[in-house]
Structure formats: structure tokens, C-alpha cells
């Protein structure tokens, strides 16, 4: 009789340059037999589990691994007088470029990007639509990066 793999599903949270530690999590347990049926991410969890969910989580780590404090630095573009340290627009362009263009609702494992409607304060979960611009709803950090708009909110 074969052994059925251990079915899991992920939440993964916050930590900005920590969070890459999420990477090295999804790569032990695929690499130790472990079925990730559904992630869900805030910030840099949404970003590692959106990549991952989509495929691309290889490319990425290879990405990261190789970028330079120099090269980390020309993708801040600073946003003065605006609502948010960065605009985000240098390092969105080279993430929505690797990322490709993902519906959600058509991804092999179910994901979902955990942002805050800045208005009301409320948490929103993103389920469906475009996973690049779920992924950017749930990145932008109050003053860090300038807010963005998922859905009309």
C-alpha cells in the first residue's frame, strides 16, 4: 500500500524581509511529501503564497537570492508628499512581470490575500480577480507603500 501524502493548508502572516523565511517552509514540506491544498497570506505571506499558488515560487527565491542591497534600493521610489514612504510602482513592475497574470479563482491550490479596507478599518479577503493586484492590495503597508485600490475600496 503507498502512503497517501499529508494534505495541509497554510496561513501565512506578516514580516516583510522575515517573511522570506515563508519560502523555506513551503520548500521543506513539498520537498518532504506534504499537499498544500489552500494558502492564505497577509503582506509578504501573501506574496510568498500567491507566487507559490501560481507556480512561480522557484523563479522568485531565485530572484531574491540573487538581488544586491544596490539593486533592493533603485526599486524604492519614494513617494513625497503622498500617503506612503514608496509608491511601489519601480518594484511592482518587476513583481507583476514575474508574477504573470493569475486569476485567483483559477489557480491550482486556493489562495487567499488577506488585506485592510483602509476607510472602514475592516479586514478584506480576496478570493477572486486578478492574484497580482490581490497580492498588492495586501502588501501595501500603511507608510511604507502608498495605499492601492482592489475592487473599488
Known amino acids: 500500500m503507498v502512503a ?3 494534505t495541509v493548508s497554510l496561513v501565512l502572516g506578516i514580516g516583510g524581509a522575515r517573511g522570506l523565511a ?9 520537498e518532504n511529501g506534504y499537499d498544500i491544498r489552500s494558502i ?3 503582506s509578504m505571506g ?15 527565491a531565485g530572484w531574491v537570492s540573487e538581488l544586491e542591497r544596490m539593486q533592493v534600493l533603485r526599486l524604492l521610489d519614494p513617494a513625497f508628499g503622498r500617503s506612503g514612504l ?5 518594484l511592482m513592475g518587476v513583481l507583476r512581470k514575474l508574477i504573470g497574470d493569475f486569476d485567483i479563482e483559477n489557480l491550482p ?3 487567499t490575500a488577506v488585506a485592510t479596507d483602509l476607510e472602514s478599518g475592516e479586514e478584506v479577503w480576496l478570493r477572486e480577480g486578478k ?15 502608498t495605499p492601492f485600490r482592489y475592487g473599488g475600496r
Not at 515563508?22 to 513539498?30: D, E
Not at 514608496?86 to 519601480?90: A, H, V
Open 4 to 6: 497517501q501524502p499529508t
Open 86 to 90: 514608496f509608491k511601489g510602482e519601480r
Open 22 to 30: 515563508h519560502i523555506g517552509v513551503i520548500q521543506w514540506l513539498t
Open 40 to 42: 492564505a497570506g497577509s
Open 46 to 60: 501573501a506574496l510568498v503564497g500567491g507566487i507559490y499558488a501560481a507556480g512561480k515560487l522557484e523563479v522568485y
Open 131 to 145: 492574484l497580482f493586484d490581490a497580492i498588492r492590495a495586501s502588501i501595501a503597508t500603511p507608510l511604507v507603500f
Open 109 to 111: 491550490i486556493s489562495f
